[in-house]
């Protein structure tokens, strides 16, 4: 039973630099989430994909943030111009409703520092 | 927007040790979720409750759904160190029609001693 996964685990860049992210949630779930968690905070919800659909955007979610599911599997997260404030740990979760449980389950996360 | 506050944020107990952390709103949620997360990972779900006042156990760990579904507490008997991590608690509402928005507490920091 293959998790949701996350690419690469860590990422290192320069401000001003732009990155992406990857995630591959578990196969046949069909909805997608990004979330950003700082130090000392829970995860904090950015965007939703049901299948390639981006139907929810989080007021964190600045213009530098783009995300995609192109053909509803994997998703990619890109910040462009990065600043040392996306210094965070960026989570991506999937989830296949059953009536009320709606249960989301996480990857390891991609750590970004920003310098 | 809902708020999740989490108690206590950090303890630190010693093995064999019972403990109770406590999740509490003023929203009502749909569902409430416990995770687990250790340095460096993502969070692991532990449990989701959906009834008020449902309670489910898991080995030593019981978990409760407050009767009007605002809040939840999670219970550790005997504690021991593999039990050491952050405990989040999330709370799940409908947003928009297809969206389960979960909102998040801070966490509670649990380290137990051996």
């Known amino acids: 039973d293959t998790g949701v996964s996350q690419d690469p685990r860590h990422k290192i860049t320069k401000r001003g630099q732009n990155v992406t992210f990857r995630c591959d949630p578990i196969s046949e779930h069909n909805r997608l989430y990004w979330y950003r968690q700082t130090l000392g905070q829970g995860p904090e919800f950015l965007t939703y994909f049901q299948n390639e659909a981006q139907l929810e955007k989080s007021r964190l979610l600045s213009d530098r943030f783009s995300a995609e599911r192109p053909k509803g599997s994997f998703s990619t997260l890109e910040i462009q111009r990065t600043e040392q404030g996306d210094s965070a740990m960026y989570l991506c979760?999937?989830?296949?409703?059953?009536?009320?449980?709606?249960?989301?389950?996480f990857g390891p996360g991609t750590r970004l520092t920003v310098l | 927007t809902q708020l999740l506050e989490q108690s206590p944020q950090f303890l630190s107990i010693q093995e064999g040790e019972n403990l109770t952390v406590y999740c509490n709103s003023s929203s009502v949620f749909s569902s409430l979720q416990w995770y687990r997360q250790e340095p460096g990972e993502g969070p692991v779900l532990l449990v989701t409750?959906?009834?008020?006042?449902e309670v489910k156990k898991l080995k030593r760990l019981t978990f409760q759904f407050g009767d009007a579904r605002k809040d939840s507490s999670l219970h550790i008997t005997a504690a021991q160190p593999g039990d050491t991590g952050l405990y989040l608690c999330a709370g799940g509402v409908w947003s928009g029609g297809s969206n389960y928005k979960l909102t998040f507490g801070k966490g509670t920091l649990l380290t137990v001693n051996p």
């Open positions: 409750v959906v009834t008020g006042g």
């Open positions: 979760a999937s989830s296949l409703r059953r009536g009320a449980r709606n249960e989301q389950f």
